[in-house]
């Protein structure tokens, strides 16, 4: 293992490097070249980001809004609120409300969609962790069911939900999913969908974190006359397929000129075989 300073930013990025020696020599009982492929591997893996939150309170009527509170962000993510049949839409305060202020009533399967989550979330290359918070009030009569939260691409992994506040005649609770996107996965909405009788919702908070991941596995292997084909696996689609002469001269690393095509879960490109030694390494851009 060697670590690669020439490297270092700060966002996740995985390097890994491949020998490929071939040796070619002249055979003719075999009547064919022989091969010998020779193999090390390098990874470079730098510190999780910092987690980002996107905080909407909804302090006024504003639709799309943006968060009133952003953390390691730059508070790209908008907030459109459509009401849905019945609703009374924000409400300023209320008695009900205790002392909850600036409230969306969103009627019967009204929607929170929270877009342009690509800043927060990252794109595709790691895999992510969002926690999607929803305070909402509750009074096990009409406020009974807790909103529906979606991320399209993502899975959730945990849901629960806890005591907030008082309300007048209910209490407001924080409704908690936690979702994990893959690395091949692109999410750009949080979906936030009332009851079928109803939902008051106070706050929406999204967070996110990158997940640091093993490095992808860049496998080689002799195929046809004099090629070799190197594999990956397909869900890291952003990375680029690099190749050096010298790994130890960190400035003549350049991207593969071949076509990169994918089977299943796997990309692949296939190369003529040279007798001069050449490094490979997968890189995040």
């Known amino acids: 293992m060697r670590h690669n300073p020439a490297h270092e930013i700060n966002t996740i990025k995985y390097e890994l490097i491949m020998k490929n020696l071939v040796l070619q020599k002249s055979v003719r009982w075999l009547g064919a070249a022989m091969i010998a492929l020779v193999a090390g591997v390098v990874s470079d893996v730098t510190a999780s980001a ?6 909407w309170r909804f302090e006024s009527d504003s639709s799309p809004a943006t968060p009133e509170l952003v953390v390691n962000t730059t508070g790209s ?34 929607t929170v969609s929270c877009s342009g989550l690509t800043v927060l979330i990252g794109g595709v290359g790691s895999q992510r962790t969002v926690t999607v918070k929803v305070t909402q009030y509750r009074d096990g009569g009409i406020y009974a069911e807790p909103t529906e939260v979606a991320i399209a691409g993502a899975s ?23 979702w994990q996107l893959p690395p091949s996965a692109t999410a750009d909405t949080v979906q936030i969908t009332g009851a079928e009788y109803g939902s008051l919702v106070d706050s929406v908070s999204l967070e996110s974190s990158l997940a640091a ?3 992808p596995q860049l496998a080689i292997r002799p195929v046809g006359n004099n090629q070799v ?18 790994a130890s001269n960190a400035l003549n690393w350049s ?4 076509t990169v095509q994918t089977s299943g879960d796997v990309s692949f490109v ?16």
Request: net charge negative; hydrophobic share 40%; glycine share 10%.
């Open 213 to 215: 991941l093993p490095p």
């Open 255 to 258: 991207p593969v000129e071949a």
């Open 77 to 110: 993510c908008l907030a459109t609120v459509t009401p849905g049949a019945f609703a009374s839409g924000w409400v300023a305060s209320s008695p009900v409300f205790g002392s909850a202020n600036g409230v969306w009533d969103l009627g019967s399967s009204g």
């Open 156 to 178: 959730i992994v945990s849901s629960n939900i806890t005591h907030a506040a008082s309300g007048g005649f209910g209490d407001w609770v924080t409704q908690e999913t936690r």
């Open 50 to 55: 910092a987690t980002k939150v996107e905080t």
């Open 270 to 285: 296939t190369l003529d075989a040279t007798n001069a030694a050449q490094f490979y390494r997968l890189k995040q851009p």
């Open 229 to 246: 084909e190197l594999t990956w696996p397909a869900g890291y689609s952003s990375m680029i397929l690099e190749s050096n002469g010298d």
